[in-house]
DNA sequence: TACTATATGGAGGGCCCCGCCACTTAGCAA
DNA sequence: TTGCTAAGTGGCGGGGCCCTCCATATAGTA
C-alpha cells in the first residue's frame, strides 16, 4: 500500500477530482466510463483504484466526513448538550441533502461490509456517540435512540427528498419534524 | 383505452403477474428484459404495456395501493383519531417496507409527473388527509405537518432500511421514533 | 544501463434499455 | 363465411454500462 508508485498515485488524484465532478453534476450513479474517459485514462485503472462504485462515492465523500467528525469534536464540549446534539445533526442533514449521491453511501449498511471498520458511516457514528450520550444524559433526547438510528434516519430523509423541488429546504423541514415528533 | 385487443389484456395480465413476481424476487431494478422472457413475450411489448420502469411498478403496486386507501376510508370513522391516524401510517410503514420497490416509487415525486393525478403518492395522499386532518383538529400531531410530508418521511425510512438485516422490523422501530420526536 | 514488479488500457463478453419495422392476427363488416 | 384493416407483436440493431483478461509500457532499483 505504501509502496505505490509516484504515476498511480498521480491517477487516484486524477481520477478523484473527475469523480468527484462526476457525482455532483450526476449522482450516485455516475458512470464509471465516463469518469474514466473525462479523465483520460482506460476504464480498468479506474476499476483498478476504486473497485466498485461504492469505493469511489466513498473516497469523493472521504473529507466532507472527516470535516463533519471534526465538527463532532468541536461540539462535545458545548455548554448546551442538546443544542449541540442538534447541530451536528443538522449539519449531517445540510451536507448530506446538498451533496449528490453521499445519501446513497450513508443508506447502504452492507454487513459483511460494515465490518471494514473504515466504513464511513461507522466514522459518523463514532463522531456523533459522545453528543448524542451527552444529550441523552442530560434527558434531552428519547431514551433507546441510537446514532445509527439516526444515520439512517437522516440518510432516509435525504434519499427521499432528493428529486423534491428544493431537496436542502424540504431536508431541513422534515429533520425538524422528526426531531420534534409527528405526534409526541 | 377501452377498445383493447383481447389478446392485449391477456398479455397484460400475465405479464403484470410475472413482474409482481420480478419485483418482489429483485426489488425496484428488475430487469424489463427478464420480465419479458419469463413471460414469454418480446421485450418491445412489455415496453408497449409499461412505457418505462416507473409504470410497470406502479402497476405492480395499484391494487396495494387502493387496498391501503380502502383502510383510510375504514378508518375515518374511528372513534380515536390519534389512534386511527397512527394506525394507518404504521400500516404504510409496514406494507412499504415489506414490499420491496415499493418505497422507490413513493419517493419520486416528479413534477411534470405528479400532474398525471393518477400518481399513486397522490392517491395515498388523499387517502390519509381526512385522518391526519381529524387527528390534527384533536391537537395530536404536531401543527404543518402535511401528508405529503409523512409520505416523503415513510418512504426515506422504507429506503433507508432496505439494506439492514430486518428492514421491516427497523423501519417500523424507526417510524416510531419518529412518531415520538427524537428530542420533543 | 538492464531488469522486474507495478501499472496501464484496450478488447471482448454479458446484460440492459430503447426505437424501428416487417409480420401476424383479432375483430368487424359485407 | 370470408376479407379487410388496424391493433398488436417480436426480433433486430444501436448505444451504454460493468466487468475481466492479458499483452504492453514504464517507474524504480540493482
Redesign the pocket.
Known sequence: MA??????????ARILAVAEDEVAAHGA?????????TA??????V???F???RAMLEAVFANRIEALCERGRELAGAADPRAAFLEWLGALTAYAASARGFATVLAQEDVDYAEHAKACSVKLSDSGEPLLRRAARAGAVTPGVTVADLVTLVAGIVLATEGHADPVAEADRLLRLVVAGISP
Do not use: C, F, K
Not at 509502496?3 to 487516484?12: K, L, M, T
Open positions: 509502496a505505490q508508485r509516484a504515476d498511480a498515485r498521480q491517477n487516484y450513479g455516475a458512470s464509471l466510463e465516463q469518469i474514466a474517459r483520460g485514462v482506460g476504464s480498468a485503472t476499476r483498478r483504484h473497485p466498485g462504485r
